[in-house]
């Protein structure tokens, strides 16, 4: 994070913290891991009292310098995560920290988020304390290990290329042994180049990393490595781990943006659509086929196909400049040229600062159109009122449900299926 940004947490414009809240609801994700907090207990009292209803923050500060250096937290969206089990454990306060929490059917799983020393020197005793901490707490090894190294093993994830220090390397591979676990996005990218930290001086690293157990990584996909809304100058790294035996999720139903609502020249497509229906359904001679539940059927459809396209059109303009720019980024960073080039190297640098621009500005928009919601509706009863200020708790998974009269027994694990089979079974008590 490099730091909280502004003192006031969730009022300033500039707090980090409202960011953090919109990443996490809009990216959907369950666990997140910082470091550089820069949060003594008192702004974390404060961040817990502001976002309680939507953020569960365990943090742990710098014992010498806690609003000024160091700090590790780990931020739970209270959403899709369950927060009544978890265990907090301080390895070394203010730069290492593991967290338990039950996953998939009440098994359990372990993070451990690092935020290691900058200088090269310091690395063999931060890596020597977390090796001994482990042998004295007979603690159970991580299942991920995650956070900001500042060093790299391997050269392949420094532009231009180098090697660390052998002692420093060598003190970080001998815990990742000890504890079992593996560079994960390594293991998926044998030979692709990214870069998670640039300075200045057009110097790229990958010294943020997530190290798995060998035997989740087909557990794991959608790797991503890209900036995000949160001000930072390292790029956010996320991954989703589930169980091979989840049931299958789909995308849900498909709703209208509600930047569409006042639209007018969807306004003017529907309105024209419609007036074609009233048309129709006074010269109707209904039949089976040919009548006003069809018809209706018929324009609902169309109008949700015209508001896709124009959805399409009109508010996908800065996610496909965003993509666009990253694959021109991703072509960069993997040029055969890059490391003896000082204008590539500079040219992914500027790509990154416009997908970041890209990025906050998006948010913006966001950000003042609710505003704007709260400012109409945040004063009056409504169910935008109810629903911006009800807790909000994960919802409970059906894992699986049987098919009847399946024989031998037979279970149906995607969502839809489920549904169908739930919906026969209520249609057929009526």
Known sequence: MNGRHSQQLGHSPISKWGSIHSLMRDQCLSILAIQETHLNNEYSDNIQELYSKHLHVLNSPD????????????????????????EFTEVIPGCAVLLSTKWHKSKRFSILNVYAPNE????????????????????????????????????????????????????????????????????????ERVFTYHNSSARMSRIDRVYTKRSHLPNIRDWTISSSVVPSDHRLTTLRFSPLDAPHIGAGRWTWPLGLINDNNLIEKVTATGIELQNSLSLINRTD?????????????????????????????????????????????????????????????????????????????????????WVAKGETPSKYLSRVLS???PRDLIHTLEIPESNPRAFASRSDKMAEIARNYHESLQ
């Open 120 to 191: 090269y020197t310091q690395h063999p005793d931060f890596w020597a304390k977390i090796s001994t901490y482990w042998e004295t707490h007979a603690l159970p090894k991580p299942d991920f290990m995650m956070g900001d190294f500042n060093i790299v093993e391997d050269p392949i994830d420094r532009s231009p290329p180098h090697a660390d220090p052998a002692p420093a390397t060598n003190a970080l591979r001998d815990v990742r042994l000890a504890l079992n676990v593996i560079d994960g996005w390594r293991a998926d990218h044998d030979t």
């Open 289 to 373: 086929v040919d009548n006003a539940q069809c018809l209706w059927q018929t324009y609902k459809t169309t109008i949700t196909d015209i508001a896709k396209r124009h959805a399409k059109e009109s508010l996908a303009k800065i996610t496909s400049r965003i993509h666009a720019l990253q694959k021109d980024l991703s072509c960069t960073q993997n040029d055969p040229n890059l490391d003896t080039s000082e204008n590539l190297r500079t040219h992914a640098t500027l790509l990154e600062s416009e997908i970041d621009h890209l990025h906050k500005k998006r948010f913006a928009r966001a950000q003042i159109h609710g505003q704007a919601r």
């Open 63 to 86: 014992p010498d310098r806690p609003t000024a250096s160091a700090g590790v937290a780990f931020v739970i969206n209270r959403e899709i995560a369950n927060i009544n089990d978890l």
């Open 391 to 393: 807790v909000k708790t």
